[in-house]
């Protein structure tokens, strides 16, 4: 039988809310502001660049698999051109190319 995980209550205070929003409104309270810098969006990476980067690393297509915790079909058929790595594969990859030794040693 599984159990059931204990619900966490929020806590919510109106009145804290309220004189942050009129302190903003009457510029008597700043509004901090985060920036952040987004590396930019990567693109699919040629069939040659993902085989190049498992051969920089020393690893057969299992082993490089492995490292990325993708299954092995998977990087091989990325080597084939069968399929595209999308998302946080390709970022990874990306690391990989640009920074080896970073997954060796995770």
């Known amino acids: 039988m599984k159990k059931r995980a204990k619900k966490r209550e929020i806590e919510f205070d109106a ?3 309220v004189r942050r929003v009129e302190g903003f409104a009457s510029r008597s309270e700043r509004i901090r502001v985060r920036k952040l810098k987004l590396p930019p969006r990567l693109h699919s990476l040629p069939i040659r660049e993902i085989k190049a980067i ?16 993708v299954p092995t079909v998977t990087a091989v058929s990325w080597e084939n051109g069968v399929r595209k790595p999308s998302g946080a594969a390709l970022r990874l990859l990306s690391v ?11």
């Open 15 to 17: 009145d804290e809310l």
């Open 54 to 69: 498992r051969t920089q690393l020393g690893f057969s297509q299992a082993e490089f698999a492995a490292l990325l915790n």
């Open 96 to 106: 990989a190319r640009k920074h080896p030794k970073v997954l060796q040693e995770v």
